[in-house]
DNA sequence: GAGTATCTACGACAAATCGTAGTAGGAGAC
DNA sequence: GTCTCCTACTACGATTTGTCGTAGATACTC
């Protein structure tokens, strides 16, 4: 029932709405029948991971995600890239059958997006 | 010591070179100061987890990647994109990112991908 | 055919990660 | 002062991964 890092996901989504949380708030969100250590746990060590930032109010924490999702979702990227060594000419395939596979229509999206940055460049 | 999966890789890694190999093969291309026996069991969960397949071959096993590093490596940015919940405008961007801190020509021979599928279709 | 080498099957153990929560103690609210 | 809430600390069990050891079967060599 540990590996998956399922609920650490969960509430690293919840901070990902945005703003401060306290435990208390984020436990309200994940609404699951789960005690308020548990989660008081999992921002603790999130916080070590440095995954999330949080500063002290009054007796309790206030938290916030240190990364935004769409840069954590980079960072995942980067590491799937990494891992690849470079040889992006299999990742750029697999990530166009990915896209496809999920959305097709974004694929016209992708090109749009390609052709703003090479305008931009 | 242990999470981050790197031997298991390491041994995925040599079996993606293509063909067949026995484990004492692949403790030889691994070239670490490993056991044996470090080396079969690794072939063996990865087996159980249906990333390698094997076959007898007299009174040992033969084991091959059950996936090629390119489909690894595709389902792999599957299991991102469906984490990212579909919502792919800020995977396209994180991978456009990536793609062009890694490898500024990439984007071009993406382009060129991207055209060669809409020809296709 | 005995001795040696080689494999596999099974089991173990330690470290790390993660889910889950209890307890103790402090600080504020009324 | 008592009640409530929060943090800090600790803990435990499951799972994954690295790393081997042992035992038993098979095969190769004289």
Redesign the interface.
């Known amino acids: 029932m540990a590996r998956d890092a399922a609920l650490e996901?969960r509430v690293l989504d919840v901070l990902w709405q945005g703003g401060e949380w306290s435990v208390r708030q984020v436990l309200a969100e994940v609404d699951e029948p789960l005690a308020y250590t548990t989660i008081a746990t999992v921002l603790d060590r999130l916080h070590e991971k440095g995954q999330v930032q949080r500063v002290k109010q009054g007796v309790s924490w206030q938290y916030w995600a240190a990364r935004s999702?769409?840069e954590a979702?980079?960072a995942?990227?980067?590491r799937?890239?990494?891992?690849?060594e470079?040889a992006?000419?299999?990742?750029?395939?697999?990530?166009?059958?990915?896209?496809?596979?999920?959305?097709p229509d974004?694929?016209d999206?992708?090109?749009a997006?390609?052709e703003a940055?090479?305008q931009r460049k």
């Open positions: 996901r999702k769409d979702l980079a995942e990227v980067g799937l890239m990494a891992r690849a470079a992006p000419e299999p990742m750029l395939v697999a990530f166009l059958d990915q896209v496809e596979r999920v959305d974004a694929l999206r992708l090109e997006l390609l940055r090479r």
